[in-house]
């Protein structure tokens, strides 16, 4: 069986950050036969980890947040229209049986909070932009059953967790 994999993170960040390469790593680090990658289908973070994840034959999929197929980066192989614009975060994170949370800020808090609402694990990308700043948040925010959910890894630990992760 399939595992959806959410990656969450920032629409505007640069295409020559650290960041970016982060997420477009993590999104290579997936696999064809058992991993699927869900996101929000846009750009920064989201087209990043769609590349990668296409890179690696891994099918994609984006949630988006308006209702043209076209808005989805050239990564997506499938593009579900929403129209919910923010309220889409929603979706987002309740499709995943994981997420993983690269960089951004209130939207990808906003999508990170919802899935340890719904008890769905997390992980955050400590060498991102704003993890530890997520981690923290999150640890004074949630209850300890939440809490649980919340690992705090650096890159290369999330890219041997995907290694394993759905075997």
Same mark, same amino acid.
């Given at each position: 069986?399939?595992r959806?994999?959410?990656?969450?993170?920032?629409?505007?960040?640069?295409?020559?950050?650290?960041?970016?390469?982060?997420?477009?790593?993590?999104?290579?680090?997936?696999?064809?036969?058992?991993?699927?990658?869900?996101?929000?289908?846009?750009t920064?973070?989201?087209?990043?980890?769609?590349?990668?994840?296409?890179?690696?034959?891994?099918?994609?999929?984006?949630?988006?947040?308006?209702?043209?197929?076209?808005?989805?980066?050239?990564?997506?192989?499938?593009?579900?229209?929403?129209?919910?614009?923010?309220?889409r975060?929603?979706?987002?994170?309740?499709?995943?049986?994981?997420?993983?949370?690269i960089? $951004?800020? %209130?939207?990808?808090l906003?999508?990170?909070?919802? @899935?340890?609402?719904?008890? =769905?694990? !997390? #992980?955050?990308?400590?060498?991102?932009?704003? $993890?530890? %700043?997520f981690?923290?948040?999150?640890?004074?925010? @949630?209850?300890?059953?939440q =809490?649980? !959910? #919340?690992?705090?890894?650096?890159?290369?630990?999330?890219?041997?967790f995907?290694?394993?992760?759905?075997?």
């Amino acid at each position: 069986m399939y595992r959806n994999i959410t990656i969450i993170g920032g629409a505007g960040v640069p295409r020559k950050s650290k960041d970016y390469q982060i997420a477009l790593q993590v999104g290579s680090a997936l696999n064809p036969s058992n991993h699927v990658l869900i996101c929000g289908g846009m750009t920064g973070i989201m087209e990043a980890a769609a590349r990668g994840a296409k890179k690696s034959g891994v099918l994609t999929i984006g949630i988006l947040p308006e209702t043209q197929k076209t808005d989805a980066n050239k990564f997506i192989d499938i593009a579900l229209t929403t129209g919910l614009r923010i309220t889409r975060d929603t979706l987002v994170s309740v499709t995943a049986d994981l997420v993983i949370s690269i960089a $951004g800020s %209130l939207g990808t808090l906003n999508e990170a909070a919802i @899935c340890l609402k719904v008890k =769905k694990d !997390l #992980i955050i990308v400590r060498d991102a932009k704003n $993890g530890k %700043l997520f981690y923290n948040a999150l640890n004074k925010l @949630c209850n300890e059953n939440q =809490k649980m !959910l #919340i690992k705090y890894m650096k890159v290369k630990e999330v890219v041997n967790f995907l290694k394993k992760y759905g075997h």
